[in-house]
């Protein structure tokens, strides 16, 4: 499936994206200004690591799903704040939703397996907190760019990985959808960062790792992304379908990596998110049309978080 944009990210943008880090140091709470609830979800590498929520406008009695978010950064930084209006804006819908922190290289010195665990570890914090929190414990997704489509693919497919640490381990840390963006989640020898994971390769990666118990699955990819070609996201929607897992793929002709981001694209970043919207009606979890009017809000106000 292909949708077409008219944006380009140049070479430069997409280096500043991709190595997009904070500066060396401990994770600090991050400020979202305003709808926003800050906790910590576990404490590792002698940090607390916090997870952002996002509630719904309206209360029901009814649990409601779900969805955490993993920013992108190569495993070695990132912000916490790159996913934060697809957040904002599926809980303008009555999805609780997060973006969660995790540890990174330039923070805590820390490898791939360390985002892995770490995001194993929010999804089972979430699932830990779901009552109190009116969440569905069955309906819990897991999203992400890049590296942090790789940490989001990896709770949903890849089986182990966790936290030894972590309280409530009989709680499981499986997502049960994945609203993948540009995921590096081919980590095999011609894939990317096969020589950061060989350690724990296969188990690591996700297109290593399919299975008919795998959650459904959105992923957007550019056509020109240099780190992800075309073919292996096609492998891998192919794979799922075959297993009987709904997979969903959309090619965005001639975009690069990170090209869904809303400072970067907004045509690129709007169309994802009605897209996954959509997407997330099919599996029942939202009712009603995709809310254009909140969604183009969201995109005019995004400067106003530091």
Not at 18 to 26: A, E
Not at 89 to 113: C, E, H, M, W
Not at 202 to 225: M, Q, R, W
Request: charged share 20%.
């Amino acid at each position: 499936m292909k949708s077409p944009m008219i944006t380009r990210l140049s070479t430069a943008a997409f280096i500043a994206l991709s190595l997009i880090t904070c500066s060396h140091g401990k994770t600090t709470k991050y400020d979202f200004k305003h709808g926003c609830v800050a906790e910590v979800y576990k404490e590792a590498s002698g940090d607390k690591l916090w997870i952002y929520r996002f509630d719904p406008p309206q209360t029901t009695e009814r649990e409601q799903p779900a969805v955490v978010f993993f920013f992108g950064g190569a495993w070695n930084g990132g912000t916490v704040s790159q996913f934060e209006q697809q957040a904002r804006y599926l809980a303008s819908r009555g999805i609780v939703s997060f973006v969660a922190d995790y540890r990174v290289k330039t923070r805590q010195n820390t490898q791939p397996d360390a985002c892995v665990a770490d995001g194993k570890s929010a999804i089972r914090w979430v699932r830990t907190n779901a009552a109190r929190l009116g969440i569905d414990p069955s309906r819990i997704a897991a999203g992400g760019g890049s590296a942090g489509g790789h940490v989001a693919a990896s709770t949903g497919i890849c089986d182990g990985l966790d936290d030894p640490n972590d309280k409530n381990s009989g709680i499981s840390s499986k997502s049960n959808a994945l609203l993948l963006f540009n995921p590096v989640y081919d980590n095999g020898p011609k894939g990317y960062g096969h020589s950061r994971v060989t350690k724990w390769f296969p188990s690591i990666s996700p297109a290593h790792n399919l299975s008919k118990d795998d959650p459904p699955t959105i992923v957007f990819l550019g056509s020109s992304d240099n780190l992800i070609p075309v073919s292996t996201a096609e492998q891998f929607d192919a794979g799922l379908k075959e297993l009987g897992i709904q997979s969903e793929l959309w090619i965005y002709d001639g975009q690069p990596h990170g090209f869904f981001n809303e400072s970067k694209n907004p045509t690129a970043f709007l169309d994802t998110v009605k897209r996954m919207d959509k997407f997330l009606q099919s599996l029942d979890w939202l009712e009603g049309p995709v809310d254009d009017e909140t969604l183009t809000s969201l995109l005019k106000t995004n400067k106003k978080s530091p």
